[in-house]
């Protein structure tokens, strides 16, 4: 189990060096659009990810699924490329940060949130019905919740017995409105009872039976090939994107940093844990750099991005 627990965290801590190299980038004014990095949720989805099988499972994430591509196994110099737009990265750049698009890894991310949902639950039906015995997951955030798309998805997987797992990201709020404001109802999880969903909700503070339950889940809709419902508690460590005001960051009491919990745990089984934190920067550092350094997209990339579009000219 502490070998597990170690890969994880390395993963984890991997992505969280990989989004302050992004965060980096982003203020110097080398990333086009808005960036919402995923600090605080690179423990859920290392341990996620870690746990499913590119070639029969997919994972579809959200606007907020840096951590998710590079977890799936995504090369870090090509997902760094996406987001800066160049034509070394998933895409030749073209989809940037928020539409993050690895094939090989079985990985998918969408700008629209909530759109991602429905389309898991494509990729659940596909296995289901090929008989793959591969399975999906969704990971969506709480403001995601209140989309129509997302409440239809929960119905259809309930009907049709859907091997696809649900991931409720919650940091309590959706740009600066706060879940207690949008969403009726007692919680989330309840409300995804109400499908007929086996719902789980994570505890915040111990990190150890939270990745056992997440382990547990996946097999649950793999082996059962149902769906199942978890919602993870996310501290929001900074805004909703990077480099907003930062009014709405969330509270670490109430929700602690599982990357923190991680580490104490493993200090206190003494495994060593300072020698995988300062190789995680040199390497996510090297590689952002790599990245600003790389070509931007060819005039003949961007006149099939233009053909996509429809655009004259
Ligand atoms: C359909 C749609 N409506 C609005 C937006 C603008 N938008 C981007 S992120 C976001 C908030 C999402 O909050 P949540 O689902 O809780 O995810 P979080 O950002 O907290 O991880 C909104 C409203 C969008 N991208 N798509
Ligand atoms: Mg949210």
Not at 142 to 168: H, K, R, W, Y
Request: hydrophobic content about 40%.
């Amino acid at each position: 189990m502490h070998g597990k627990l170690l890969a994880i965290y390395n993963d984890a801590l991997r992505i969280r060096a990989f989004e302050k190299a992004i965060g980096v980038m982003a203020d110097a004014g080398h990333v086009p659009g808005l960036v919402h990095l995923c600090l605080g949720a690179e423990v859920l989805q290392a341990t996620v990810c870690n746990a499913l099988d590119s070639k029969t499972d997919h994972v579809n994430g959200s606007h907020r699924s840096h951590g998710i591509a590079l977890a799936s196994g995504a090369s870090p110099f090509k997902v760094a490329a996406e987001i800066l737009g160049r034509e070394d990265g998933l895409s030749s750049g073209l989809g940037g940060t928020q539409h993050l698009f690895a094939p090989e890894q079985g990985m998918a991310s969408n700008g629209i949130v909530g759109a991602q949902v429905p389309l898991a639950a494509g990729a659940a039906l596909t296995a289901k019905t090929l008989g793959t015995h591969g399975i999906a997951v969704c990971f969506f955030g709480d403001a995601a919740a209140n989309q129509g798309a997302v409440l239809e998805t929960m119905n259809l997987a309930a009907v049709l017995s859907l091997p696809l797992l649900f991931i409720l990201e919650n940091n309590g709020y959706g740009l600066s409105t706060s879940s207690s404001y949008a969403s009726a109802g007692v919680n989330l999880t309840e409300r995804a009872k109400a499908f007929g969903l086996e719902s789980i909700s994570l505890p915040s503070n111990t990190i150890t039976d939270q990745i056992e339950q997440i382990h547990i889940a996946i097999n649950t809709v793999r082996t059962e090939s149902r769906p199942l419902f978890l919602e993870a508690p996310i501290p929001r460590l900074t805004g909703h994107y990077h480099g907003d005001a930062g009014n709405f960051a969330g509270d670490t009491d109430t929700v602690p940093d599982p990357l923190l919990l991680l580490r104490e745990f493993l200090d206190a089984q003494n495994i060593d844990t300072a020698s995988v934190k300062e190789q995680s920067s040199t390497e996510m550092d090297e590689v952002a750099g790599r990245a600003l350094r790389s070509q931007a997209p060819s005039p003949q990339i961007l006149d099939t991005w233009r053909s996509i579009l429809g655009a004259t000219e």
